[in-house]
């Protein structure tokens, strides 16, 4: 099953179609050194065929996609297709105490 997201980018909007399987892809094919080709990959799967032109045109500059400009719009699909769940860290009661030296050297 597939939400569908309708973002604006300036005059312009796109919508996408994007399931929990097409976001799996997209996080197991991002490599240590390799997040914008992942990315691009994933919106250019999930973007419907009638935004496919408009989206190219948009995030495509000489053919290259424009790093900051797909991880923002990945990143507002992420969000936007989250579990709908809030999730809080609460800080420890503890004090963590520093290790001293001659702890460390025994």
């Not at 569908?4 to 240590?32: C, M, R």
């Amino acid at each position: 099953m597939s939400n569908t997201t309708t973002v604006t980018i300036g005059d312009d909007e796109l919508t996408f179609a994007v399931s929990n399987g097409d976001f799996n892809q997209f996080l197991n094919e991002q490599q240590p050194n390799n997040k914008v080709s992942p990315a691009y990959n994933f919106l250019q799967r999930t973007v419907i065929d009638a935004d496919k032109d408009k989206f190219k045109k948009l995030v495509l500059t000489d053919n290259v996609p424009n790093g900051p400009m797909v991880m923002q719009i990945a990143g507002v699909l992420a969000i936007e297709n989250g579990a709908g769940i809030e999730i809080t860290v609460k800080k420890s009661n503890s004090l963590a105490l520093p290790l001293s030296k001659t702890a460390i050297a025994s």
